[in-house]
């Protein structure tokens, strides 16, 4: 290890700063950039870096010609020039990707069904659950018309908007129903039936087949029934909860049994089509999909044995992202195969079962909803501050010759500085903490003054990042030595940061899954992706929650680590804003966001690429909530409260202070204001094709 002591990184008249942690910059480039984020994992084929160092979109996936390439960067700038007073955060869709991943999943079941001389199709439905927003539901709706692409919902208020949407749809497109269901839900979707819409009922529970009986013989309407199986493959991991023979949803083998006895017994035999299952959300492996494929496969033969009308089987969800782009099968963020691999699996498996039980091969049909939108859209923002976790960044010296130092603490200055001697970063820390320590005391006495017990502060904070770079370094090292890997040397969420970025965000409103469950999600700058990344961050939002941060992070180190404590990112300019983008994060994201300090939807752009080269158009822009909008969600009345406000000036504004027109004009304008933070709108310059501040 080589020694820490370097007497001029000590020495008071020295300057600390970020640049003990970072290398030369010189011999970087765009694909050092790609391969630090790991674009082309996560990424492809929908995203890269181009040659100007910016994140651009491939909405055609691999046939994406040059001309249709976009720049986010000049996307931003495109919004922000055709909108009044547009300020971050923004989410920008494109539409063309969902498209993209409709006809790849349905290619790639097609053509899995022509090597297996399958006899039956396939039928793609999306779970609305995922993503409920209107435009996506339409844009689904409206391409999935070629190719029979359905709709699922899992509550009343789902079925009714998958019901109008479908008017639309396919004929033959599929409205499955799953969820528990009471009478209403049920009456809904007989009705849907009778509108010539291809609805299916799923049994989650034993008792709503006695619902279904009721109310089709009630309103005479024949049903189309499915049930939801429990299996008892299972697969490890968050998502793996919903599965299993203890999973939340589904009918047991014996329950499934009684279903079909029952049906019997009313003469309704023919009414059950379907075997729905779901082994869980982002599966990583094919062994497991072949496992739950295979067993749910013989499920359906038996019963088709058993008289029942069976025609189509419904493998749920399951298709997995591979957020942290390491293509790995034991990790929950990650894939081992790609949709290609998937279909051909399924398929197989099911063939198999029912050639061995010769029974007639059913329509196959997915719910996908994670695998089909979560790479449309990218979550827009900016940095707003730095925080250096190594001092306060100013540009003077920080010195262990602390003025002022009593003499209490004069022998634990000086043991730091025989533990700087002495090189031993356990020894120089430890020293360190304790100065620290005996200040804190000292001060809650009231026997130490604020500045010297800040400049004591300080001084740990650097020695803390120091120390940490050099362990880091000397792990690395052994690693070299020993082929030890990144588990040999355990670290704490965001130990070894530099710097905490503060973003204009709420990670409760735009990426609740990072907060709940810890979910990945690709964090990459929009720009300057053609120098190298000099500051090692965590990433605090706008709430006021210590959970509203983001400590852990795709892996980015020598170690092949699949996940980091901290982000490299470029340190920040002056004057000059720095937009970051989240990826991946088109499923679930926006539907879970809660109203967490009054954070509000962002704004959101649809995005497709013009005719001229390189450029953009956007086809629907919709606003952001405003205050008025989010404190309405919470039962208040916003016209009221003005009123209040107004009588409140009336009564206060006295000679000499804000003019009473005024006062009431600055009120009046932040009910329609953006929830987000905003810069001056008068500071704010759009020139020569670049963001600045004046």
């Known amino acids: 290890m080589p020694p820490l002591a370097d007497p001029m990184l000590f020495d008071p008249s020295f300057e600390l700063t970020s640049a003990l942690c970072v290398k030369s910059t010189k011999s970087w480039s765009v694909q050092k950039s790609s ?19 910016n994140m651009a979109v491939r909405p055609f996936g691999a046939k994406t010609a040059p001309n249709d390439e976009i720049d986010l960067m000049d996307t931003i700038r495109e ?40 006899s039956g199709r396939f039928q793609g439905v999306f779970p609305v659950k ?25 509550s009343k208020p789902e079925l009714l908007l998958v019901m109008a949407a479908m008017c639309r749809a396919s004929n033959d497109a599929f409205l499955i129903c799953n969820g528990y269901k009471d009478v209403e839900y049920v009456e809904m979707a007989l009705v849907a039936r009778t509108m010539g819409l291809n609805t299916m009922i799923v049994l989650e529970q034993l008792e709503e087949l006695d619902i279904v009986i009721k109310v089709s013989n009630q309103l005479q309407i024949r ?77 359906f033969c038996e019963l088709a044995l058993m008289g029942a009308n069976m025609n189509v089987i419904d493998i749920g969800g399951g298709l997995g992202v591979d957020y942290d782009g390491t293509h790995s099968s034991s990790s929950d963020m990650s894939i081992g195969y790609n949709m290609e691999e998937y279909a051909e699996t399924v398929v197989e498996a099911i063939k198999d079962a029912t050639v061995q039980k010769n029974v007639k091969q059913p329509i196959l049909c997915c719910e996908s909803g994670r695998a089909l939108v979560s790479h449309h859209s990218v979550l827009v923002f900016d940095v707003f501050s730095a925080h250096k976790n190594g001092g306060t960044g100013s540009d003077r010296g920080i010195s262990y010759n602390i003025d002022g130092l009593p003499e209490e603490l004069k022998y634990l200055r000086d043991d730091f500085a025989r533990s700087l001697d002495n ?78 970025y503060h973003i204009n965000l709420s990670i ?42 983001v400590v852990t992070f795709i892996g980015n180190d020598k170690f092949g680590a699949e996940t980091a404590n901290h982000l490299p990112l470029h340190e920040l300019e002056d004057d000059k804003p720095y937009y970051m983008g989240m990826f991946l994060g088109g499923a679930y994201q926006e539907v879970l966001g809660s109203l967490h300090n009054l954070f509000g939807n962002p704004h959101v752009v649809h995005v497709v690429p013009s005719k001229s080269a390189g450029g953009v158009r956007i086809t629907k822009f919709l606003p952001g909530q405003n205050l ?49 933070l905003a810069p001056d709108k008068h500071s704010r310059a759009f020139h020569q094709n670049k963001f600045i501040y004046s």
């Open 423 to 500: 090189g031993d970063p356990e020894c120089i820390l430890m020293c360190a903490k304790k100065l620290k320590n005996e200040s804190t005391r000292l001060f809650k006495q009231g026997l130490l003054g604020l500045e010297v017990r800040a400049a004591i502060d300080e001084l740990f904070e650097t020695v803390s990042v120091y120390v940490g770079q050099q362990k880091n370094d000397s792990s690395m090292n052994l690693v070299n030595q020993n082929g030890c890997d990144d588990q040999c040397r355990p670290r704490e969420a965001g130990s070894d940061s530099s710097a905490t």
């Open 130 to 154: 995922c993503n409920p927003d209107r435009y996506l539901i339409e844009e689904i709706v409206s391409h999935g018309r070629y190719i029979n692409f359905g709709l699922e919902a899992g």
């Open 79 to 118: 919004v922000v020039a055709s909108q009044d007073n547009i300020t971050m955060p923004l989410i920008i869709r494109f539409p063309d990707i969902v498209k993209n991943r409709m006809d790849t999943l349905q290619s790639a079941f097609d053509r899995g069904i022509a090597r297996h001389r399958y």
């Open 628 to 676: 008025a909008n989010v404190l309405c969600a919470m039962n208040h009345a916003p016209q009221l409260m003005y009123e209040n406000l107004k009588e409140r000036v009336d009564n206060y504004l006295r000679e000499g202070t804000l003019e009473k027109e005024n006062a009431e004009v600055i009120l009046m304008s932040s009910f329609s204001s953006y929830t987000y």
């Open 35 to 53: 391969d630090l984020y790991r674009v082309g994992g996560w990424g492809a084929p929908y995203y890269k870096i181009n040659s100007r160092g």
């Open 223 to 299: 049903p189309v029934i499915g049930v939801r199986a429990k299996l008892s493959t299972k697969h490890a991991g968050h998502w793996g909860e919903t599965s299993g023979e203890k999973g939340k949803f589904g009918l047991s083998t014996s329950e499934i049994v009684q279903v079909v006895k029952r049906l019997r017994k009313v003469d309704m035999s023919d009414c059950l089509q379907l075997l729905h299952f779901h082994i869980g959300s982002q599966i990583p492996s094919l062994s497991i999909v072949r496992e739950g494929v295979s067993e749910a496969a013989h499920i």
């Open 508 to 549: 409760f409103k735009s990426i609740p899954d990072s907060w709940a469950i810890g979910q990945l999600f690709p964090f990459v700058p929009l720009h300057r992706l053609e120098s190298q990344p000099t500051e090692r961050v965590i990433l605090s939002d706008l709430t006021c929650d210590s959970d509203g941060k």
